[in-house]
């Protein structure tokens, strides 16, 4: 199966820890967006990546949040010196090259939970 | 800027009871529309599209037409099922195209037996 991999699954930090979410694309996708799922919610776009290259991240708070797509490897969203209202679900996709009109492939889903 | 308003949750319906869910979109110029499902646990799923007005997208009983004149996208099945349950997205993308779709809340959908 090639579909877009998450890990971890479930993650848990104390406040003020590093949480670090990888994000594996499918094959051949070259695309990967992140977004934030948070209770009761629907989902925010947070950025929007290519291979070494932001391409949007319009979504992304200015602050203790940060992401990649190097050239080898998976995609890495990353929040420093995480607080209660981080908690969430954090969805990544990955699209054809063209943004495939549209037609994201997401993860399964990194459920953060920030004690 | 653009932006999707879908009906509040939870709808719940008995099986074989006809769906609908509402979605309304604000965009300028041509977006392209979808559905998408989101089971228990799980990430999201494409339902269906439609990239153009009076479109009608369709896939598994489902079926949502493109309205440009109401600015809508509701989505319609026939006769639900208990496997139906699950949370409903509605999503535009921009005509520019960026890949960044915009989701609407969800609407979670129960099937009772």
């Known amino acids: 199966n090639a579909g877009v991999m998450q890990n971890p699954r479930h993650l848990v930090r104390r406040r003020g820890q590093e949480a670090r979410l990888r994000c594996s694309p499918m094959?051949?996708?070259?695309?990967v967006y992140w977004y934030r799922q948070l209770p009761e919610e629907g989902l925010k776009f947070m950025v929007y990546?290519?291979?070494?290259?932001?391409?949007?991240e319009s979504g992304m708070p200015k602050e203790r949040f940060s992401a990649e797509f190097p050239k080898e490897g998976p995609s890495i969203l990353r929040i420093q010196q995480v607080v209660r209202g981080d908690s969430a679900a954090y969805f990544c996709a990955s699209s054809l090259p063209d943004g495939g009109i549209g037609q994201l492939f997401f993860g399964e889903g990194s459920r953060l939970t920030v004690l | 800027g653009n932006s999707v308003t879908q009906m509040e949750g939870p709808v719940t319906l008995s099986e074989e009871a006809f769906l609908t869910i509402n979605c309304t979109y604000t965009?300028?110029?041509?977006?392209?529309l979808f559905w998408y499902v989101q089971y228990p646990g799980e990430g999201l799923q494409l339902l269906l599209k439609?990239?153009?007005?009076?479109d009608k997208g369709s896939n598994k009983g489902f079926e949502a037409t493109y309205r440009k004149e109401t600015t809508s996208f509701h989505l319609e099945k026939g006769s639900v099922q208990v496997s139906d349950s699950a949370v409903y997205f509605c999503?535009?993308?921009?005509?520019?195209?960026?890949?960044?779709?915009?989701f609407g809340q969800g609407t979670t959908l129960q099937v009772k037996p």
């Open positions: 439609a990239t153009k007005a009076d």
């Open positions: 999503a535009l993308l921009g005509s520019s195209n960026t890949g960044k779709l915009i």
């Open positions: 990546l290519q291979k070494e290259n932001i391409i949007d």
């Open positions: 094959k051949g996708h070259s695309h």
């Open positions: 965009a300028t110029g041509y977006p392209s």
